[in-house]
């Protein structure tokens, strides 16, 4: 059938020295830089040190928004992500989501600090007219002031919070995430009170989506950043679903045209002109720390349940032990 | 590639074990007068007494398309490839699977690992492809909310069909294209719909008349959901399990759900 052929596949390769080539699937997602790398915050865990001074990468107008959505019709794109920077600091960012929910699924990346009830009221009519959801992904990185607000700056979760609640109060359910930046042996605990806390601020159903902190950009200097040895080889992609690699059905727009992936912006090679068309089926070199992290933790960009992963069990235990399925056996 | 002919098809999907169901849908479908069902996978899930379900629908010679569950049971894999993402959810899924294969016959497994990923149908002039997820992927979420118009049209240029059925998420709806064209979630008779309403649903696909689009039915099945209940903690299943079958509200494998139909249910 048709569909195989739009499945992501590696460049066969004779050197398996150099970086494995994906060769894109389906474009299924749409990302736009909407405020370039503006933020009103600069947190230290940022992957690509967003700021409000910086200005690599310049907002996009809503023309040119629409002018990419209408380019992403005929090419079949599922659905839309909006991310900065900050998404909250554009004069025109009701306008551009309303616009893009005439067109599909729709979902923002947000801090949560700036929302105020007129940007979110006519978002909730918008949402309401259309058939697509509007997802609200709102970035919150502990469970009170003194966790959060060490990464996310002083005042963040307080302002967050209200966001939350500003949300909750027009109708909608924002997926909250959490970077993870704490002792893993402490994650439980971290998330059980993640979720009071929300609760507590009358999110009686919390969404929340652990994200693993990517060490890139702010993120490097924090942590260490990647050893030489954090690269994605031939080796590791054998027998891997190509699909949890967000290249594989995702590019993002930007004021300079169009990138492989929202986590590249940094890579003068994660340019890949101004055609997208042309983009969604340029291949691209997995020559990148960010490509290991995307290899590592697999589609983490995406809302849950947009890219299925393949299996729930880690790739080093997907291996066959029916035995041990038998203990519930009589 | 199995194909089909037919002019009035009933499509479900999900059984989930749900065997009490399954009778139940497939005496509403012989009442409504069909002339073919089709079963879209995974037979297994949630319920109690897998085999039941298996015994019924390979009686009935009921085709099915394989689902992700039905290709994990027939592969003997460790885990369901439901494509869960939240810790609870998988830790549910994983629970619910390891019950499943336990008490699936190994004949029955080996039956589902040969049950083809697609089915195509001539419904009246009109070819509709049957699958479980999506064609592409066996575990894709097709959500109706999650969607957009063009996405569906590209997976029906791609299989070459009018029509495209399709389950896995649970959830039921139908989206009319231009030219006639349509892509139909026939939702699950394994589990409610997540509107508390115990009763499960399934479609009814008619030919259109002169060469028209077919026209899709919606039925909603009522059947002993307490004596499944009362199978089900027999069987020590997870309460959270037996509520869902209870009240027609879920409890779990809910974190996949995009915000329109998470914000319908309960929790």
């Known amino acids: 059938m048709g569909a195989e052929h739009s499945r992501p596949r590696l460049r066969p390769h004779a050197d398996t020295g150099a970086a494995p080539v994906l060769e894109p699937g389906h474009l299924d997602a749409l990302w736009f830089q909407v405020t370039g790398t503006r933020c009103n915050l600069r947190c230290a865990h940022c992957f690509i040190s967003c700021a409000p001074d910086n200005d690599a990468f310049e907002p996009l107008s809503l023309e040119e928004v629409e002018r990419r959505l209408e380019e992403s019709v005929p090419l079949g794109v599922r659905e839309y992500y909006f991310t900065g920077g900050e998404p909250f600091l554009h004069p ?15 979902t923002v990346l947000t801090n949560g600090t700036l ?6 009221e006519p978002l909730a009519a918008a ?20 966790s959060n607000d060490a990464l996310r700056g002083a005042g963040a979760f307080e302002r967050a919070m209200a966001g939350v609640e500003l949300l909750l109060a027009h109708g909608f359910l924002p997926i909250v995430t959490a970077v993870e930046t704490w002792d893993p042996a402490s994650a439980p605990e971290v998330q059980r009170r993640l979720v009071e806390t929300l609760k507590a601020h009358g999110y009686s159903r919390p969404r929340i989506k652990l994200m693993p902190a990517l060490r890139i950009g702010a ?55 101004d055609d997208l068309a042309r983009a969604a089926e340029t291949p691209f070199a997995l020559g990148h720390a960010a490509c290991h992290t995307c290899w590592l933790h697999g589609a983490i960009c995406s809302n849950p349940g947009s890219a299925a992963p393949e299996s729930a069990i880690p790739r080093e235990a997907a291996i066959p032990v029916p035995a041990a399925l038998d203990e519930t056996a009589p | 590639m199995i194909r089909l002919a037919a002019r009035r098809v009933a499509l479900f999907g999900g059984v989930y074990s749900n065997y009490l169901a399954l009778e139940a849908t497939l005496a509403d479908a012989d009442a409504a007068g069909v002339d073919e069902a089709v079963c879209l996978g995974d ?48 830790a549910f899924a994983a629970l619910s699977y390891r019950y499943t294969y336990a008490h699936t016959h190994p004949e029955h497994r080996a039956w589902m690992s040969g049950l083809p990923a697609r089915i195509r149908l001539a419904l009246g002039d009109r070819e509709a492809l049957l699958c479980h997820g999506s064609p592409r992927r066996a575990n894709e979420f097709l959500w109706e909310s999650a969607c957009s118009d063009h996405f569906l049209g590209w997976l029906l240029d791609e299989g070459r069909a009018d029509v495209l059925c399709v389950t896995h998420t649970g959830l039921a709806w139908s989206r009319a294209l231009p030219g006639g064209r349509r892509v139909v979630n026939v939702g699950a008779i394994g589990r409610p719909a997540n509107d508390g309403d115990p009763r499960v649903s399934y479609a009814i696909l008619t030919a259109g008349d002169d060469g028209g689009p077919p026209r899709v039915e919606w039925r909603r099945v009522s059947y002993d959901h307490a004596a499944l209940a009362l199978e089900m903690r027999a069987e020590r299943l997870p309460e959270e399990f037996i509520e869902t079958i209870e009240t027609g509200w879920w409890t779990t494998c809910l974190e996949v759900l995009p915000m329109k139909e998470r914000a319908r249910g309960r929790f």
């Open chain 1, 115 to 120: 929302l105020k009830p007129l940007q979110v």
């Open chain 1, 92 to 106: 025109r960012i009701v306008d551009i989501l309303s616009r893009a929910l005439e067109y599909g699924p729709t």
């Open chain 1, 219 to 273: 993120e490097a200097a924090r942590s260490g950043g990647y050893g030489e040895h954090d690269r994605v080889t031939h080796e590791i992609l054998e027998g891997y679903d190509l699909g949890q690699l967000v290249c594989s059905h995702a590019r993002v727009v930007t004021d300079r045209g169009v990138w492989v992936c929202p986590i590249l912006l940094d890579a003068p090679d994660g340019s890949l002109g």
């Open chain 1, 127 to 146: 949402a309401a007219a259309s058939r697509w959801s509007l997802e609200f992904r709102l970035s919150l990185d502990g469970f009170d002031p003194c």
């Open chain 2, 43 to 90: 037979l297994g899930a949630f319920g109690p007494h897998p085999d039941r379900s298996c015994e019924i629908i390979r009686a009935a010679g009921i085709p099915v398309v394989q689902g992700n569950y039905d290709h994990s049971l027939g592969h003997d894999l460790p885990d369901c490839r439901c494509g869960y993402t939240d810790p609870r959810d998988n």
